[in-house]
Nanobody, 126 residues
Framework: VQLQASGGGSVQAGGSLRLSCAAS????????MGWFRQAPGKEREFVAA????????YYADSVKGRFTISRDNAKNTVYLQMNSLMPEDTAVYYC????????????????????WGQGTLVTVSS
């Protein structure tokens, strides 16, 4: 599966953005999907994940209550709605596809994801 992330941009603190990740391939519906982010000088970190069925979602503590992950298997697309953005949310955001376990312990780990999109930059100014 190939992934293409979009929707990044510049926004003021308190604003919102919606990221999209379009996937190619008929097997998209079999993959769990995740969003990760990497700020300058920092390691890539987990943001949110959704199981292949869409029934279960996971979030990093830093984004709980502000971000929402969802997917539309008919459109081969996963979304990340980001509200109440803060300057510390500034990063390159990556979507990724995962085949296998559906626990948080698995889906929050970068090495468990086999396919990655190219990243989209989100900049939040104070």
């Amino acid at each position: 599966v190939q992934l293409q992330a979009s929707g990044g941009g510049s926004v003021q603190a308190g604003g919102s953005l919606r990221l999209s990740c379009a996937a190619s391939g008929r097997s998209f519906r079999n993959y769990g999907m995740g969003w990760f982010r990497q700020a300058p000088g920092k390691e890539r970190e987990f943001v949110a994940a959704i199981t292949w069925s869409g029934e279960t979602t996971y979030y990093a503590d830093s984004v709980k209550g502000r971000f929402t992950i969802s997917r539309d298997n008919a459109k081969n697309t996963v979304y990340l709605q980001m509200n109440s953005l803060m300057p510390e949310d500034t990063a390159v955001y990556y979507c990724a596809a995962h085949w296998g376990g559906t626990t948080l312990q698995v889906m929050s780990v970068t090495s468990k994801y086999s396919h990655w999109g190219q990243g989209t930059l989100v900049t939040v100014s104070s």
